[in-house]
């Protein structure tokens, strides 16, 4: 018994050992003292103690002596380690290597330092800076009517192009020096975010050219020349700018362009100069139509060698003015309705001088390392932002239209069915809004986050069409037919468009977020990746050495800590904030040191094979990106002032992520390539089963109500879109009548009460409301309330139609609600 005892408290020590990743003498010595005692006590045949002895002093000279490490183990394992190392192209390099890690590397460590995020201060505008948002943001959303731009001019009118370029939209990340608005990273999201809850087309037109162009690749690499002279009328507007990489043949695949320059001479503006002819066929290039300067990427060659001994130089980034002889554009595509200018462009052996090309000579061939640094931070902002201020209308009007939407006599949002739909809706936004906040909030402190930027830009892109596709589904109808009246409708058709951009969706699920945070954000891969490069053997076997042997720790560690926190639903971890989130906290803490088991376990067991193997690699890189919401969303909460009224909000974000993070392990486990490394981790990871389960409904249903209420939590939520309270604007009206509707449904049931009694008889609306004032039922202001309330209702729930040659008439006037809105006097109510 005591011999038993004994042998488990060995266990114990050395499983503790390795929960808290001790250093390997610790190791030795516990297994030193354990076996020390089974020896004075005779408890093991002296044949099984000698075995062990020599097993441990072994062991322990082999793993504890460096230089016998080195030799004997380290050098072998680098050597295998470079045969089995997937062979990485330029291109692939390049995106790996560019970018900052931040909290990604914590969740990658298994052990994350909730102190550590819960102490970067909640990111906040500069007086300045919110001037410009209540100011002229909230201005050019007034001037833009989404059915004039959409419909009847399929752009932006001229008045709105004007203020875009004069008020200085199109150099928010331009620093003042050059004439621009040299704005933070969350003010140009709060713009981009409040321009897209009120028209797609105007966000789109000041998002793009803030985002990765010509103005951030100056910025970054440009000559000084090229700086001085295009920033200044690119923040002005002088300039409109686009960028173009993608073409025909390369798309997702855009390092495979065929665009093409060769180094050459020729003549420019009455000189012989050194340049290039260039030569390319590129398509969706948004602002292309009406770009005076365009930034162009090709594959750069000097078959003469006129600029070096290499041949293939590589992507180039040029600026040319489109006005250049040879450059075709100004067509334009059709992107699901979007009014935004997109389109195609091309041009057949342009020449152009060699300072066209953004830093001049020496960047030639740097274009696709340009791209994915800039890429790192901007992705980070644009869709995140412009997909979040979409759905904030969308979850803004919903919530209203539930309440004052009925169907067998009650307002729809009570039904259960639709309080689904809300609770997603209310949830997914909470979560998008701090995913949004806080990754603006790192870029401003230097960061430059390439996966958490690919998992923001998926996962709000994703959200963003759960919430419209629910909100139309609440809708029904309203959604669905188009006209002034319709808020819905135009952005249920553009989600795609933010799924597909700036790196389509699946790719970016099942190629990017993993595949690039499992070599940057794990805490030895990259170094390993590194040793293996190293061309001084001595100096590779070492660096090898400390990376591997800290990586096998590491491994063990999170074995200990997966089965120890599953046992322990980790309830004894240590957890920061408020009671209310501990919990999740420690279930994060928990599946933060399984993910790091399971990948692990995927890069030891797949090796090269799991960049094919995507359905693994999408699998892995959702439980990193759940992990990353949920954190965010945590934070949101402490950052907000741990808002009691909020916490059904948070609280169904955090239990949705934590119970996709489950059914992505279950995932993981059952497609597992190598079945028992599959069991195993079950085994190691949900010992009991699956523990975590949905949100549930009481959950949902106090999220649902939420959103039905005039409140400050749904004021919160949804901070920073643009509303007018109007009765003449469609959302607005929304905004007066749910502020109305309380009253109206109180005397509506005193005269249904009346009706159900026999006193007043159940004809026309006019009619029973007349009787009700008569009976005394109700008063006369009443009444009064009540018919102003049915009007604006009815309003709510109109849509829009038009003369029978609708689409063939360019302005077609629509006669519902448009009727409605010339007997209506405009009351502004807030
Ligand atoms: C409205 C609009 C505006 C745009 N603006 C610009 C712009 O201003 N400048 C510019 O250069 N480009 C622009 N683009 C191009 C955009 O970046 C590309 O559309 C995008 O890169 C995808 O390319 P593709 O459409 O050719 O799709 P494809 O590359 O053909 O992809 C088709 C599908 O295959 C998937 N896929 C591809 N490879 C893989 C893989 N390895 N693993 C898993 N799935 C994969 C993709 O995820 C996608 O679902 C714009 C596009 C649109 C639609």
């Not at 408290?9 to 503790?16: D, H, P, Q, Y």
């Not at 292309?288 to 003469?304: H, M, R, S």
């Not at 701090?434 to 998992?455: C, F």
């Not at 159940?762 to 009700?772: H, K, L, V």
Request: proline share 5%; charged share 20%; hydrophobic share 45%.
């Amino acid at each position: 018994m005591v011999t038993l005892i004994w042998i488990l408290a060995t266990i114990f020590v050395l499983a503790a050992a390795a929960y808290f990743r001790a250093p390997g003498w610790t190791w030795a010595l516990a297994a030193g003292v354990s076996l020390a005692g089974l020896t004075v006590r005779g408890a093991l045949s002296p044949a099984v103690t000698g075995s062990l002895w020599t097993l441990l002093i072994v062991a322990s000279a082999l793993l504890l002596i460096a230089p016998l490490r080195r030799v004997l183990l380290s050098d072998p394992l680098l050597g295998w380690f470079r045969r089995v190392l997937p062979a990485v192209s330029q291109t692939e390099q390049e995106a790996l290597d560019a970018g900052t890690v931040w909290w990604d590397g914590e969740l990658f460590s298994g052990r994350p330092d909730w102190g550590k995020l819960l102490s970067v201060p909640k990111p906040v505008l500069t007086a300045e800076e919110q001037a410009f948002v209540d100011g002229p943001v909230e201005e050019l959303c007034r001037m833009c009517d989404d059915w004039q731009i959409s419909y009847e001019l399929n752009d932006l009118p001229p008045e709105v192009w004007r203020f875009i370029k004069d008020r200085g939209f199109l150099g928010m990340i331009i620093p003042k020096r050059y004439g621009g608005l040299g704005f933070s990273a969350l003010a140009h999201s709060e713009v981009v975010m409040k321009l897209a809850s009120r028209n797609p087309t105007a966000c789109v037109t000041v998002m793009v050219p803030n985002s990765l162009g010509p103005a951030e690749l100056l910025l970054h690499y440009g000559t000084e020349e090229q700086k001085n002279y295009y920033l200044p009328r690119l923040a002005s507007g002088l300039e409109m700018p686009c960028f173009a990489l993608t073409g025909p043949e390369a798309g997702s695949d855009a390092g495979a362009i065929p665009d093409f320059g060769v180094v050459c001479k020729g003549r420019h503006e009455g000189k012989d100069v050194l340049g290039i002819r260039v030569t390319w066929e590129k398509r969706y290039i948004t602002l292309g139509p009406v770009a005076t300067l365009l930034g162009l990427a090709f594959k750069l060659y000097d078959p003469d060698h006129l600029i070096g001994t290499e041949e293939a130089i590589g992507i180039t980034v040029a600026l040319i003015p489109t006005s250049h002889p040879g450059v075709s554009i100004g067509r334009r595509h059709i992107p699901l309705n979007g009014s935004f200018m997109n389109g195609p462009n091309g041009g057949n052996d342009v020449f152009i001088p060699m300072d066209w090309v953004v830093g001049g000579q020496p960047y030639v061939g740097q274009g696709w390392r340009m791209l994915m640094e800039c890429l790192a931070a901007g992705r980070a902002i644009s869709l995140p932002s412009s997909t979040t201020g979409g759905s904030k209308t969308a979850v803004r009007a919903t919530g209203a239209y539930s309440r004052v939407r009925s169907q067998f006599r009650v307002p729809i949002g009570r039904f259960e069915g639709v309080e689904e739909a809300l609770a997603r809706m209310g949830g997914n936004l909470y979560l998008m809004e701090a995913a949004r906040v806080i990754t603006a909030g790192a870029v401003d402190l230097g960061e430059k986050p390439s996966v958490i930027s690919a998992i923001v830009k998926y996962h709000s892109t994703e959200r963003a069409r759960q919430v419209v596709n629910d909100a139309m589904d609440v809708h029904g109808g309203k959604g669905i037919c188009l006209g002034p009246n319709n808020y819905l409708g135009r952005g249920y058709q553009q989600i795609p468009i933010s799924i597909t951009v700036e790196g389509a969706n699946i790719l970016t699920r099942s190629m990017i977020i993993f595949g690039q945070g499992a070599i940057r954000c794990h805490p030895y891969v990259l170094k390993e990746i590194a040793a293996t490069k190293e061309a001084d053997r001595a100096a590779a076997t070492a660096a090898f050495d400390r990376a591997v042997w800290g990586h096998a720790s590491f491994l063990v560690g999170n074995v200990v800590r997966s089965l120890w926190f599953g046992l322990t639903g980790a309830r004894f971890t240590p957890a920061p904030g408020a009671a209310e989130t501990r919990g999740h906290f420690r279930r994060l803490s928990r599946l933060s040191a399984s993910f790091a088991l399971a990948a692990d376990m995927a890069m030891l067991f797949l090796g090269g094979d799991l960049k094919r193997r995507e359905k693994i690699s999408g699998r892995l890189g959702d439980i990193l990106s759940y992990l990353y919401l949920a954190s965010c969303t945590l934070k949101r909460w402490h950052d907000d002032g741990r808002q009691q009224t909020d916490l059904p909000l948070a609280q169904w974000a955090v239990e949705d992520a934590e119970n996709r993070i489950q059914e992505a392990f279950y995932g993981l486990f059952e497609n597992f390539p190598v079945r028992p490394v599959g069991w195993l981790l079950r085994l190691l990871v949900f010992p009991f089963g699956r523990t975590f389960r949905a949100p549930d409904d009481a959950l949902g249903h106090r999220v649902a109500r939420l959103l039905m209420e005039d409140s400050p939590a749904r004021d919160r939520l949804t901070a920073g879109m643009f509303i007018q309270r109007y009765e003449a604007d469609p959302v607005g009206r929304l905004e007066v009548a749910l502020q109305r509707v309380a009253e109206a449904e109180a005397i509506e049931a005193k005269v249904r009460a009346a009706v159900r009694s026999g006193a007043v008889r159940e004809f026309a609306a006019g009619e029973r409301i007349t009787t009700a004032v008569r009976l005394g039922v109700i008063t006369a202001v009443e009444a009064e309330t009540l018919k102003r309330y049915d009007e604006l209702r009815r309003a709510c729930i109109m849509v829009d139609d038009f003369p029978p040659d609708v689409g063939r008439h360019a302005a077609a006037e629509p006669v519902s609600i448009g009727a409605f809105e010339e007997a209506l006097v405009v009351r502004k109510t807030a």
